[in-house]
């Protein structure tokens, strides 16, 4: 069994910060690209970061200068700093993770069950 747990999650005011984690656990034998989802009430969900194996980042164009995200491969851990936070942002945040499996041997794609955050204006 493989979990994704996110933490991090909360109310903040419009131009604060928050930072979001989420762990890895479980038959890992390795985790390719990891990055983190947004989806607010109503609306679809969208890719928010992403980064891979080899620290290459990518970023939707509404979080670029605000957020950054990044892993430290020895805890399976991905993060998300969310700055200059901004009342849009309101969202479930969701972890997702391609992970190389150790036993059955395989590649699978899993999610966390999300975290609240909430901007006020």
């Known amino acids: 069994q493989v979990q994704l747990v996110e933490s991090g999650g909360g109310l903040v005011q419009a131009g604060g910060s928050l930072r979001l984690s989420c762990q890895a656990s479980g038959s890992i034998l390795s985790i390719n690209a990891m990055g983190w989802y947004r989806q607010a009430t109503g609306k679809q969900r969208e890719l928010v970061a992403s980064i891979t194996s080899g620290d290459s980042t990518n970023y939707a164009d509404s979080v670029k200068g605000r957020f950054t995200i990044s892993r430290a491969n020895a805890k399976n851990t991905v993060y998300l700093q969310m700055n200059s936070l901004k009342p849009e942002d309101t969202a479930v945040y969701y972890c997702?993770?391609?992970?190389?499996?150790?036993?059955?041997?395989?590649?699978?794609?899993?999610w966390g069950q999300g975290t609240q955050v909430t901007v006020s204006s």
């Open positions: 997702n993770a391609d992970i190389v499996r150790t036993w059955p041997f395989k590649v699978v794609d899993y």
